[in-house]
């Protein structure tokens, strides 16, 4: 791999695990600066790298001149080190050497620890996966505005706001004691939730899928799953989902890039290891009792990872959509299940239940019913996608639409 390849697959791995140490250290009042030593040491390895050529071990030499780069800041300004850090001003009193820990572990218990103070609920959820998206996962602000489909500026406001409130807040940067945990649990699953679902319902770039953002979620989610006073039965429900889920990855896109739909896929290209691993986690996750969304979402996810189409598959599919929209109602679950309900009862009893949904501004609520009124009534059909082919954003998805109008 040369520089140019390096560097950038380099900033993806280690910014976000140099960033996390580094503001747990500093504390949460100064993860700007976190952020800055930490871009400032990959600059350093593009000026060297370009003349010395790349080091034997990449990664070390991060590390070293990272924490050089810290320490340098922190005895050029005394009086600052000693606000910002209890262990810091203890440390430079007695005269010792300032500790950077970058061990491995360090940097994982790092990076679950600002998973917890990033996710605080004093900030919106919005803000929680964009800090999240930059410190944890090291991507870019143009990358966080085409993931969250907004611009730069918004971005950097709401990431400078979010900072701000942490601050006022007085956010610790430490794990959460064994009573706060289940409290605390909530925001952060959601967060990872919702990050995964941006990547696998990707609006952005006209993409089908953005596995960046998927893969990042998973991550996370180990993170909790690694760590025996978060491995609960809800986190295990998540990373089942995401698995059951990512299984699928293959197949949701042709060579063209464009949208497959589930009953036209070709199920050889079904990771049969991620469902496994899927299967797994769901095992584990019955353990508690209480049931989650997750846990509901999870036993969706699993049913479509078998292709027949059967009675049995889509009543077990609408069962469990029944309870998820007791336990939390979403217009999207509600949609969504009016589909699994044509399986059983027929396309003319769905018809009724979608049309009372009334999601006029959704693009899928429309497609659905183009859907459903194909072989009963071919006008109707056509309205529909029509009106979807209007609300659609993504080329992508008007293409899809657009094939389904040619269809009819």
Request: hydrophobic share 40%; glycine share 4%.
């Amino acid at each position: 791999m040369n520089q140019q390849e390096l560097i950038p697959h380099l900033f993806r791995t280690e910014f976000r695990k140099i960033t996390s140490v580094l503001g747990k250290l500093l504390g949460i009042d100064n993860l700007e600066l976190a952020e800055d030593i930490a871009s400032d040491t990959f600059l350093s390895a593009m000026e060297t790298w370009s003349y010395n050529g790349i080091p034997d071990n990449p990664t070390a030499w991060l590390y070293t001149v990272a924490k050089n780069k810290a320490k340098n800041h922190l005895q050029r300004n005394n009086l600052f080190a000693q606000k910002i850090s209890p262990q810091i001003k203890s440390s430079l009193a007695e005269g010792d050497e300032i500790e950077i820990d970058l061990s491995e572990k360090n940097i994982t218990d790092s990076q679950l620890q600002m998973l917890f103070a990033i996710c605080h609920p004093s900030i919106s959820t919005e803000a929680q996966i964009g800090l999240s998206l930059r410190i944890l996962c090291g991507f870019g602000i143009d990358e966080i505005a085409g993931a969250l489909l907004s611009n730069k500026e918004t971005i950097n406001k709401r990431l400078v706001r979010a900072k701000e409130k942490l601050r006022a807040e007085k956010v610790q940067i430490l794990f959460p004691n064994e009573t706060e945990i289940e409290n605390r649990l909530g925001p952060v699953l959601l967060t990872l939730y919702l990050l995964f679902s941006e990547g696998y319902y990707s609006e952005s770039k006209d993409e089908v899928l953005r596995k960046d953002l998927c893969i990042e979620a998973m991550r996370l989610t180990h993170l909790l799953i690694e760590n025996e006073q978060t491995n609960k039965p809800q986190v295990n429900a998540l990373i089942a989902l995401m698995c059951f889920h990512a299984s699928r990855f293959e197949a949701r896109k042709n060579n063209r890039g464009e949208f497959v739909l589930y009953q036209d896929q070709d199920e050889t290209l079904w990771n049969q290891a991620l469902i496994k691993k899927g299967v797994f986690f769901f095992n584990q996750a019955s353990h508690g009792s209480k049931l989650s969304k997750y846990h509901l979402e999870a036993g969706i996810a699993y049913w479509h990872t078998i292709k027949a189409d059967t009675k049995e598959k889509w009543e077990g599919i609408l069962q469990l959509y029944n309870q998820l929209l007791q336990l939390e109602y979403s217009p999207v679950a509600a949609l969504n299940r009016t589909y699994a309900l044509s399986k059983v009862y027929g396309k003319a009893e769905a018809i009724i239940q979608a049309e009372k949904l009334n999601l006029s501004d959704n693009h899928f609520y429309f497609t659905l019913l183009g859907e459903l009124y194909t072989d009963i009534d071919i006008q109707k059909a056509k309205s529909n996608f029509t009106n979807a082919l209007a609300l659609a954003k993504t080329t992508v998805d008007k293409q899809t639409i657009q094939n389904k109008l040619d269809k009819l």
